[in-house]
């Protein structure tokens, strides 16, 4: 699968280019003398700390040239180490597959990350999840409503006080371990009263 390289550091980022595979990328990386090759519990990391940072280096790969220089990144300490990302990448103008396939890789949905085929299923759940919430808080004369899309803890459902539709209080995480418990409910009330029996 083809993979896209660039180098990190903080919020700054420079896209090195895309490579037919991470075992090209890696040698690419590898033939950078300064470079620091670590392992650590999530697997290999490619790093250059600023100091080992010359000027200006330049790497060559199959004919390309790519220059590497501390110019381009921070010297601040709090800004840490530049990091090579490798993002692997799906080459959609290939010969397409048999049929159809979904694009390799993850989406995030809300605050999560899932693989491509499970995307849609994912968000119908949630959908149903939250329109069963509606659904049952309504039939109590209460509002609901939703919160937090994009926030680090992700979106959230908002019901009102009985009787004060404006008084309104976050009441369940849309996460998917309750997505996961609900469904083994079957049913929304099934679930509150496992999870909220008061």
Known sequence: MA???????NERRNVVGVFRSEENAVKFLESIPFLQKIEDEYGI????????????????????QYILSRFSYSACESDGDIEAVMTPLCELDAEPPKGSAY????????AYLYPNDEVLSVIEKRETFYREAARYYEKQGRKTGRGG??????????VSEPGDPTDMHLTILLEPQVIREWEKAGSFEAWLKQHRPD
């Open 3 to 9: 993979c896209m390289l660039a180098f990190e550091q």
């Open 45 to 64: 990391v490619y790093r250059i700390s600023f100091k080992s940072l010359p000027d200006s280096y330049l790497v060559c790969y199959n004919g390309w």
């Open 103 to 110: 694009v390799e890789g993850a989406t995030a949905v809300d």
């Open 149 to 158: 899309l994009g926030s680090e803890d992700g979106e959230y459902i908002t």
